[in-house]
């Protein structure tokens, strides 16, 4: 599986996740600084994800990777990089909003990729820029 950046900027990092057969949902992570734990987005490369049941955002994937002072990165919901800490938001589309870009429809874009993904717990993920 594949998550190809589209666009970052200094509000967000936005995306789309491709399958092997077709895209998946639309991603928004928080932009690119310097790998800073909390206030940035994972750096390019390939990283396995494993199927959990987190705490608090349910059965999802969890990004597993050596990354030297950051942990703990899943897919989850949410509509603006603020949702996040470093995990990488699922939607089904963008939407400017106030003159801010948001990720709509994030519960039912989060269902449409655990749906693409019943039967697998795990799989390698590669990031990539455009």
Not at 33 to 38: D, E, K, M, S, T
Not at 60 to 70: A, G, S
């Amino acid at each position: 599986m594949r998550l190809i950046r589209l666009h970052c900027d200094d509000y967000a990092t936005l995306g789309v996740i491709l399958t092997p057969d077709y895209p998946a949902a639309y991603t928004m992570e928080l932009p690119w600084r310097n790998n800073q734990a909390g206030i940035s987005c994972l750096p390019t490369g390939c990283y396995q994800c494993v199927r959990v049941n987190h705490h608090i955002f349910g059965v999802t994937f969890q990004i597993l990777e050596n990354i030297p002072h950051r942990d703990g990165f899943y897919f989850h919901r949410g509509n603006k990089p603020t949702d996040s800490k470093g995990c990488i938001l699922v939607g089904r589309y963008f939407r400017d909003e106030n003159n801010a870009v948001e990720l709509r429809e994030s519960r039912n874009g989060f269902n449409d990729f655990m749906i693409a993904l019943d039967g697998v717990d795990n799989f390698m993920l590669e990031i990539e820029e455009l």
